[in-house]
């Protein structure tokens, strides 16, 4: 059996990290739209998928210090 990375792996954080991403993409400027987004360079999509992992790193580090920043 074979898993998709990119599935989430918890199914219930779905939406709020589909939220997050376009969150992320408008601070970026990233044209990111619902659908089809083929027009977009990787460097784009990179950018959007990196910073959301930067993000999500630095709220982990806050929560890990007892300082949720959310």
Known sequence: MTSSSNSASVP????????FKYEVANELGVPLTDGY?????????????????????????????GKSGL
């Not at 219930?12 to 939220?19: D, F, I, P, R, V």
């Not at 987004?37 to 210090?65: C, D, F, P």
Request: proline share 0%.
């Open 12 to 19: 219930e954080a779905k939406s709020a990290l589909n939220k």
């Open 37 to 65: 987004n083929g027009n977009l360079t990787s460097k784009q999509n990179g950018s959007v998928g990196g910073y959301m992992v930067k993000k999500m790193i630095e709220e982990q580090e806050r929560q890990m210090a």
